[in-house]
């Protein structure tokens, strides 16, 4: 239950074409749901987060779209670039308890072709 | 503004020897502090997660310890290193009460177990 499950765990995108990375998760008491991206051989970087109060927010090129009653959440990026190409985790957490402990997805490698 | 270190950034070490891997964040004060571990193409792993001096948890069973001397000082180690211990070690902090959601992560540590 306490699993974020991630999908596709590889991608290949035209350049300018839209990305879309999947997450579903099991644990209701989850509340805060953040995207981190990561460069090879670097750590990973906060992208965009999201709290189950709204379905939609928008940085950018990148969009997360989350889906309470499903239990869904996915990152889109639009007009991807080769720049983008990196490794891409979702994550969840439960905000109370202040320990900020993250549960993370898989990751996903994203490859944007020129 | 906040940052974070992590030293060594690569280390190469025979099956058997000591470990010692530290990490130091400046500019915050009472920051929650994490080690993960990342096996090559592989997700995030939570190894130790601290909310305080003194304070770890474990949250994978193994030879691997953490220790936090300081308030802004986390340390990994083991006394035994195995083959299995190869991987890229991260660190990470987040504000434990402004925002303890929201980790950074540091550059990392390549460790190569021979």
């Known amino acids: 239950q306490q699993q974020v499950k991630q999908s596709p765990q590889s991608l290949i995108v035209q350049k300018g074409g839209i990305s879309i990375i999947n997450c579903a998760y099991e644990n209701t008491a989850f509340d805060y749901f953040p995207w981190y991206q990561q460069f090879p051989g670097k750590g990973p970087a906060l992208l965009i987060a999201?709290?189950?109060?709204?379905s939609e927010k928008k940085e950018g090129r990148f969009t997360i779209s989350f889906n309470k009653s499903a239990k869904q959440f996915s990152l889109h990026i639009m007009d991807s670039q080769p720049g983008d190409s990196a490794t891409y985790f979702c994550a969840a957490s439960i905000a109370s308890g202040n320990t900020g402990k993250l549960i993370f997805g898989q990751g996903t490698t994203l490859q944007v072709k020129p | 503004s906040q940052t974070i270190h992590q030293w060594p950034a690569t280390l190469v070490q025979p099956v058997g020897s000591p470990l010692s891997l530290e990490c130091t964040v400046e500019g915050t004060s009472n920051p929650n502090l994490y080690w993960y571990r990342q096996a090559a193409g592989r997700g995030l792993q939570l190894l130790f997660y601290s909310v305080g001096i003194g304070q770890i948890s474990s949250e994978v069973p193994q030879n691997l310890s953490a220790s936090r001397p300081q308030d802004r000082q986390f340390i990994l180690s083991s006394k035994k290193l195995l083959l299995s211990d190869s991987g890229f070690y991260l660190c990470?902090?987040?504000?434990?009460?402004?925002?303890?959601?929201?980790?950074?992560f540091g550059p990392g540590t390549r460790l190569t177990v021979l």
């Open positions: 990470a902090w987040s504000a434990y009460f402004r925002d303890p959601d929201t980790q950074y």
């Open positions: 999201i709290r189950p109060d709204v």
